[in-house]
């Protein structure tokens, strides 16, 4: 069995063997959506697969920038929150109703939602 030569950062590695394989056209278009996903070619997808090598998922700005802002407006519902929260304890402000906390309540399970969802 023959060894696999390091090759170092500044060598180009030749590619000079093919690998044929068949599949379905559906298949390959859900390869093809995930090595995207990677910012990957198919090839070093499935390579990267085959042997098993780990690889980093790139997550696109818009996502970065949507979190950030859902970031910002879970804060905002925290501190609005704790702020009805004092007030209502204090006296000085009546408390939200049963529906008004349960809207809140929904907001808030609906922001962390999205934000995992946005993490993965």
């Known amino acids: 069995m023959k060894k696999l030569k390091e090759k170092s950062s ?3 590695e030749i590619k000079d063997a093919r690998i044929h394989i068949r599949t379905t056209t559906t298949k390959k278009e859900l390869l093809q959506l995930k090595a995207q996903d990677f910012q990957m070619s198919l090839s070093d997808f ?3 697969a085959g042997l098993g090598l780990k690889t980093k ?3 696109p700005e818009i996502n970065k920038s949507v979190y950030v802002e859902l970031c910002r407006q879970g804060n905002n ?3 609005l929150t704790r702020l009805q929260n004092t007030l209502a304890a ?3 402000h009546p408390e939200l109703d049963l ?3 349960k809207t809140l309540k ?3 399970t609906l922001l962390e939602k999205i934000l995992t969802k946005l993490e993965t």
């Open 10 to 12: 500044d060598q180009k």
């Open 46 to 48: 499935l390579i990267a």
């Open 57 to 59: 998922q790139v997550t």
């Open 77 to 79: 519902l925290n501190q």
């Open 90 to 92: 204090s006296g000085k």
């Open 99 to 101: 529906d008004e906390r």
């Open 106 to 108: 929904e907001l808030r």
